[in-house]
C-alpha cells in the first residue's frame, strides 16, 4: 500500500543553519504531497503542498520539490529560527484514496 | 474565527467510562475526519465522511462510533474505554472535488483514560 518514509529525528540546529528534512513515498499513479507543522500543544497546519511532478510548493522560507523519479519531497530552509522548533510530517493523498497517510513526523530543535 | 473546533481540548477519564468528542467546521467543507495521534506523534486515519455519509473506516475498534448529524460537524464516541485509548485525536476537513483535498485540522483532544 501507499506509505511515507521520513528520516528520523530529532534535528537538532543553531539558529541560521540550513535544513534539510528527507521524505520518501511509495504510491501509485500521481500523489498530492504534503508538508505539515505542529508547533507544541498545537494542531497540524499546513506548510506547504505540490500536487505534480516538478511542482514546488514554498510557504515562511521553507521549500519542498515533487521529484517523482525519486519519489521524494524533501523540506528545506536556507536559514531556520528557534520559532521553527516544532514537528514536521511528510504526507500524501493518493489518486483514489481521500485520506492523508502521514510519516512518522521529524522533530526539529533550533536553538539560539 | 476558528476553522475547525474541538471540544474538550482535554479529556482525562476512567476504564470503562464512555465519552464523546466533538468537532465542528465552518469552512463550508463537505469532507470531515477523525485521526489518531499516538505517544509517538505516529498519525493514522479512523473515519471519514462524505457529506454525513461514512466513506473510510479503518480497522478501528466498533467501541468507537462516529456520527456526522450534518456537513459541519463529526462527532467521535468512545464507549468502555481503555487504557490504549490514551492519545490525541484530530479532526480534520476538506473540500471534495478539488483534487488536492487539502484538508485543514483542529486543535486535537488529548483523551487520557487511567
Known amino acids: 500500500g501507499d506509505s511515507v518514509t521520513q528520516m528520523e529525528g530529532p534535528v537538532t540546529l543553531s539558529e541560521e543553519a540550513c535544513l534539510t528534512i528527507?521524505?520518501?513515498?511509495?504510491?501509485?499513479?500521481?500523489?498530492?504531497l504534503f508538508w505539515y507543522v505542529q508547533y507544541p500543544g498545537e494542531g497540524l497546519q499546513l506548510l506547504l503542498k505540490a500536487t505534480k511532478a516538478d511542482d514546488k510548493g514554498s510557504n515562511k522560507g521553507f521549500e519542498a520539490t515533487y521529484r517523482k523519479e525519486t519519489t521524494s519531497f524533501h523540506l528545506e530552509k536556507g536559514s531556520v529560527q528557534v520559532s521553527d522548533s516544532a514537528v514536521y510530517f511528510c504526507a500524501l493523498k493518493s489518486q483514489a484514496g481521500t485520506a492523508l497517510i502521514f510519516g512518522k513526523g521529524t522533530t526539529l530543535s533550533v536553538s539560539s | 474565527d476558528t476553522a475547525v473546533s474541538q471540544t474538550p481540548k482535554y479529556l482525562v477519564t476512567q476504564m470503562g467510562n464512555d465519552k464523546s468528542i466533538k468537532c465542528e467546521q465552518n469552512l463550508g467543507h463537505d469532507t470531515m475526519y477523525w485521526y489518531k495521534q499516538d505517544s509517538k506523534k505516529f498519525l493514522k486515519i479512523m473515519f471519514s465522511y462524505n457529506n454525513k455519509e461514512l466513506i473510510i473506516n479503518e480497522t478501528v475498534p466498533n467501541r468507537f462510533s462516529p456520527k456526522s448529524p450534518d456537513k459541519a460537524h463529526l462527532n467521535l464516541h468512545i464507549n468502555s474505554l481503555e487504557l490504549g485509548d490514551s492519545a490525541v485525536y484530530f479532526c480534520?476537513?476538506?473540500?471534495?472535488?478539488?483534487?488536492?483535498?487539502?484538508?485543514?485540522f483542529g486543535p486535537g483532544t488529548r483523551l487520557t483514560v487511567t
Open positions: 480534520a476537513s476538506s473540500q471534495a472535488g478539488t483534487g488536492i483535498h487539502e484538508q485543514y
Open positions: 528527507n521524505c520518501t513515498y511509495t504510491a501509485t499513479g500521481y500523489p498530492s
